[in-house]
């Protein structure tokens, strides 16, 4: 298993008994957190991994709160303090209908509507306003705007995304 998907960061030490503030990296914290009881440990410097288990989490307020197999002092949690809780991709919830994860296009074929090869799905930068797709063409990157107007049509069981881009955008 190399890949993993993070659905939270820790954060900080909450309280005496090692529970950790989490920042969910998920659009459905409850039902993420309501359905894990295990998941992987990430530092985010080494990439080192290890599995835990889940003893508890709870919300409060806005906030998340997790306590870890093992972790019972607020020195123990502040050593996994910045670290990821990354489950494997098939332990991942369902997106809902029409959509997908970024993660599931990676090295998908993009193409343009006239069937020229623009290059490979890459990563997603910009702001959850305005998502851009990155596509790798060899060394060459492109820079795609997820619009409707240029995203036209994306197939994650085909790998392959359409696209129509307007005069110039390919040559930026």
């Not at 809780?85 to 990676?106: C, I, K, T």
């Amino acid at each position: 298993m190399d890949s993993l998907v993070a659905v939270g960061e820790l954060l900080r030490p909450h309280g005496l008994r090692g529970e950790l503030k989490v920042r969910a990296l998920t659009d459905r914290p409850r039902d993420r957190f309501a359905a894990l009881s295990e998941c992987f440990l990430v530092d985010p410097v080494t990439s080192r991994r290890e599995r835990r288990r889940i003893a508890s989490h709870r919300f409060e307020g806005d906030g998340l709160l997790v306590h870890l197999e093992g972790v019972d002092s607020p020195e123990e949690a502040r050593r996994i303090q910045g670290f990821f809780l990354s489950v494997a991709p098939d332990e991942v919830l369902p997106p809902p209908e029409g959509h997908f994860y970024p993660w599931q296009l990676e090295g998908a074929r993009v193409e343009t509507t006239d069937g020229r090869i623009v290059g490979r799905f890459a990563r997603v930068e910009g702001t959850p306003e305005q998502a851009i797709w990155v596509v790798l063409d060899g060394a060459r990157e492109h820079l795609i705007p997820a619009v409707p107007e240029i995203v036209l049509e994306v197939s994650v069981a085909d790998r392959r995304v359409v696209i129509d881009p307007p005069e110039g955008l390919l040559d930026l």
